[in-house]
């Protein structure tokens, strides 16, 4: 764990956050400010990834219109530099939803997985995967999981 | 986003994270030590403000006195300093609240908005709005509401 | 407050964010990497602590075995250092639990009050009691409480 680069560590820190707060006000346009123009992102559904940002921002766009509400804390963040100008970030998020068509709340209990660089613009989410340990108020078809080691099988007795 | 003065974030962070400790430990007077003596707050309710520590303290004791148990959790936070000694801050908050009356818990689903200033005791809020997402096991009146970017109309066909 | 040493508050917040990843992965032997071989902690009803580094491992092995998925989320951390290898440290946590049992889902709202020793591997707990505010979906017995001061008796007229 490199644990100088405060700086950085703080551009990608503030980068995060402004995500969640610019999802909360529903301004996907300037929620996805904060990805490359050429990022790659999956919510869910292993292997399904949406190519770029103007193709993010119309998919934000959706989503959020199902919600009359929504509220993301972030948790702790795990960051780990790859280099001068990359870093892998992973951050447990809780999401709570309140749904446009008056079905009950919806909170995901989740994770971001991401691969920063830092462009000519400051750092920015090249890569994203959402995984999700589960989920109140829907079901999780669709969601990729979070990849929880099963538990193991107790010894039994023969 | 200036991203050095890590200082100066962590004892803003570090302010943030006391009001919560101390207001689930229910010490409204030691909560209040973040605050400058002439404060301004508005817990809910656009346009009604608290105004000054002593009358915070009174309020804050007053509202934990409805509830047996607390848990405030802090989210991502934003900081932009405008100057040597004063800076913004956004964070966001799940607050549980287990009520004194047996009613139902409360969570709400809010966000601080803050000004800070450097005092000769530290850095210090001058100014904080409660803003709200949502709620749950109350209703939302009296509340200060996110300022969430209504869902345009989608277009239809004629 | 110290608000400088960034190096080091970093490594105690990458550490308590990487317990909560590998408890939400269910892998326990990396989990309490972040603790001293020596250590002691308490999850539960004061005065009852586990030894070792070893029993712990078995301890949350055991727990996390109840549950098919669990997100912990963290909140603010008020770092103090009381030298240059010590500090304390304290963060709020909300953790959701679903039960292997098919019973309800379990939140706990609580604490963890940490004591952090600098290894010659890094930065380690020594010493942890996880207090909880509260919690959904289970009874409290068993938790150490938070320690919330009461609520004073109004004046009562006579």
Request: some cysteine; charged content about 25%.
């Amino acid at each position: 764990v490199s644990t100088d680069r405060c700086g950085d560590r703080t551009a990608i820190l503030e980068g995060l956050a402004a995500y969640c707060r610019l999802a909360d006000l529903n301004r996907p346009d300037e929620q996805t400010a904060v990805f490359l123009d050429d990022c790659r992102v999956s919510y869910g559904g292993p292997g399904r990834w949406i190519e770029g940002r103007t193709a993010l921002t119309a998919s934000l766009r959706r989503s959020l219109a199902s919600y009359v509400a929504t509220s993301h804390l972030l948790g702790g963040t795990e960051i780990a530099f790859s280099g001068a100008d990359t870093a892998t970030a992973e951050t447990a998020v809780h999401a709570w939803h309140r749904r446009a068509d008056g079905g009950p709340d919806v909170v995901l209990y989740g994770r971001y997985v991401d691969e920063w660089v830092r462009s000519p613009d400051g750092w920015r989410i090249a890569v994203r995967e959402f995984r999700t340990a589960g989920a109140t108020g829907r079901d999780e078809t669709g969601l990729t999981p979070l990849g929880r080691q099963p538990v193991a099988e107790p010894a039994t007795p023969y």
